[in-house]
């Protein structure tokens, strides 16, 4: 009878080991996939659900974006190009925007319906952005240029809907202008 109690206990503890250690091991793997999506996502890209009207037409409510982080690590950002960037007034915030202008680029402060045009340039370290849609977007002709420190990634291609797959349009706006460069 003792005998029986100790095999028993034996395979008691065997048991705990065997799930201790898939236990262990699972939580092992979570570990280093997580660390893997994480790199992933922050050194590479990222999904982005758009929300709001400020990107009409090109980039509409709830279509899907793939946004990717090298262009940005490697300062490659260009005028033209949509970014994703944390918002200067709430950086819980991200905001889907187009670049109008690089740093020492001179940039048109004014509304598209004002009679007389503002300009200013763009400071070193910074960008200028704004929305394709004028009329209905918060962008720097409310908040000023905004640090390129700010940019988390170039959006590079529409993922949703189906219909619309593949990269983006130019600016229906018109608004990119020269830099002090170009002109020169």
């Given at each position: 009878m003792h005998g029986r109690s100790i095999d028993s206990f034996s395979q008691q503890v065997e048991m705990f080991r065997s799930v201790l250690g898939k236990t262990l091991g699972f939580v092992g793997y979570t570990v280093q996939y997580g660390c893997i999506a994480h790199c992933a996502f922050e050194y590479i890209g990222e999904v982005v659900v758009c929300?709001?009207?400020?990107m009409e037409p090109t980039i509409v409510n709830?279509?899907?974006?793939f946004s990717e982080r090298m262009s940005r690590q490697l300062c490659k950002i260009r005028k033209g190009d949509i970014?994703?960037?944390?918002?200067?007034?709430?950086?819980?915030?991200?905001?889907c925007k187009r670049v109008i202008g690089l740093e020492g680029d001179k940039v048109c402060t004014s509304s598209p319906s004002d009679l007389f045009k503002a300009?200013?340039?763009?400071?070193?370290?910074h960008v200028w952005l704004e929305g394709d849609n004028l009329r209905n977007s918060t962008d720097?002709?409310?908040?000023?240029?905004?640090p390129y420190a700010l940019i988390r990634g170039?959006?590079?291609?529409k993922l949703w809907?189906?219909?619309?797959?593949?990269?983006?349009?130019?600016?229906?706006?018109?608004?990119?202008?020269e830099s002090r460069?170009?002109?020169?």
């Open positions: 929300s709001g009207p400020s709830h279509d899907i974006v970014v994703i960037a944390k918002s200067p007034s709430d950086p819980k915030i991200n905001i300009h200013t340039y763009v400071p070193k370290g720097s002709r409310n908040y000023g240029p905004v170039r959006v590079c291609l809907p189906p219909d619309s797959f593949g990269t983006l349009s130019e600016s229906p706006t018109r608004r990119i202008t460069s170009d002109s020169d």
